[in-house]
C-alpha cells in the first residue's frame, strides 16, 4: 500500500472517530477491510485517488470467488463506499468509483417451517389436554395454522369477527389494510368450543370485552410473548424441538402447505396480507420442489425411465 493511500486511509479513520464516535472495534474493522482492498488496487497499479468503477466489482468478484457470503461483501462496500464519499469530500479525488456498483444481493433466509406430520402432532397435542386454557390453547393452534395470521393479528382479534357461523374472518393488516381470511371446519368448531369457556378468561376490564383472547394486561387482551410461551411448551408435549416452534412457525407452516399443494403465490400474497409479492417469494422454494416431483412423477420420458 503506498503512503499517500495509508495517509487517506488513517485520515479517514480519524474522522469516523472524531465526527462519527466509531468505536475501537468498528475502526479496527474499517482498518482491516479497506487495507485488503487498497492492497488489490495496489496490485493493479492502482490507488484509492484512481481506482475506477470497474477495479471495484473486480475487487468484490474475488471475494465472491474466495467464498466470501453476500452480506460480508456488501459490508465491504458500504466502507468503501464511505471512503470514497469521504475522498470526495475532501477534494482529494473528483469522483466517486463505487457510485456506480451495485450492492450485492443478498439471499433471503428461508423460513423455519414445521413439516405437515409435526403440524399435526402440535394439534394432537393441544387436543389431548384438558381444560379451559387447553380449548384455549387449541383454538389458537388452529386459528394460526388455519388462516396464516400474524400473532399481533390474532392476539388483538375482536370478538366481533368470528360472531355466528361465519366462514370468514375480516383482519386488519399491517398498516390498516384488511383482508378477507377464510376458515376451515376445524378452526371454527375449535372456536365454538372455546366461546363456551371464554367467561373464564374475562377480567374485570371493560376493555378487554371487545377481544376474542381477553387478558388483564394493559392492552386488554392476551400478549404475543404469552402466545410464543404457549407454544414452546406445546412443542415439548408434541416432541417437537422447541426451537422450532414459534406464532410466526404456524403462519410460515400454512403457506408453505398450502404452496406445497398446488396453491399459487398470488393467492397466497392475499391470505397473508403481503403488500408486495417480493415478499410472498419466499416460498418459490417451496413451489420448485413440486414442480420437480411433479416432472418426475409425469413426464413420459421420467415414466419411462423408471420401466
Do not use: W
Not at 457470503?69 to 459490508?75: C, E, I, M
Not at 384438558?130 to 388483538?156: D, M, N
Amino acid at each position: 500500500m503506498s503512503r499517500p493511500d495509508l495517509h487517506h486511509l488513517e485520515t479517514f479513520l480519524e474522522m469516523l472517530s472524531a465526527e462519527r464516535g466509531a468505536a475501537i472495534h468498528t475502526l479496527d474493522a474499517y482498518r482491516r477491510d479497506l487495507l485488503d482492498y487498497a492492497g488489490f488496487l495496489k496490485k493493479r497499479s492502482r490507488s484509492l485517488t484512481n481506482g475506477s468503477a470497474a477495479d471495484v466489482r473486480g475487487y468484490l468478484e474475488t471475494l465472491s470467488s474466495a467464498g466470501l457470503k453476500a452480506s460480508t461483501q456488501a459490508r465491504r462496500l458500504s466502507a468503501m463506499r464511505q471512503l470514497h464519499r469521504f475522498l470526495v469530500d475532501e477534494d482529494i479525488r473528483a469522483d466517486d468509483p463505487t457510485s456506480a456498483v451495485e450492492s450485492p444481493k443478498r439471499a433471503r433466509p428461508l423460513p423455519k417451517v414445521v413439516t405437515e406430520a409435526q403440524t399435526q402432532s402440535i394439534i394432537d397435542a393441544a387436543a389431548s389436554l384438558e381444560g379451559p386454557e387447553a380449548i384455549r390453547l387449541l383454538c389458537i393452534v388452529e386459528l394460526l395454522y388455519a388462516s396464516g395470521l400474524r400473532v399481533s393479528e390474532l392476539v388483538s382479534l375482536p370478538l366481533v369477527a368470528v360472531s355466528g357461523e361465519r366462514r370468514t374472518i375480516l383482519v386488519k393488516g399491517k398498516g390498516g389494510r384488511e383482508r378477507l381470511v377464510p376458515l376451515g371446519a376445524p378452526a371454527r368448531e375449535a372456536i365454538t368450543a372455546y366461546l363456551k369457556v371464554r367467561a373464564r378468561f374475562l377480567p374485570k376490564l371493560e376493555r378487554a370485552q371487545r377481544y376474542l383472547f381477553p387478558s388483564r394486561g394493559v392492552e386488554g387482551y392476551l400478549t404475543r410473548r404469552r402466545v410464543g410461551q404457549l407454544m414452546k411448551d406445546l412443542a415439548v408435549k408434541a416432541g417437537v424441538d422447541p426451537r422450532k416452534l414459534s406464532p410466526h412457525v404456524l403462519r410460515h407452516a400454512f403457506a408453505s402447505h398450502l404452496v406445497a399443494h398446488g396453491a399459487d403465490l398470488r393467492s397466497v400474497q392475499q391470505l397473508l396480507g403481503h403488500a408486495d409479492i417480493a415478499t410472498t417469494q419466499i416460498y418459490t422454494h417451496v413451489q420448485d420442489e413440486r414442480l420437480r416431483k411433479l416432472v418426475a412423477e409425469k413426464h413420459p420420458l421420467a415414466v419411462r425411465r423408471k420401466r
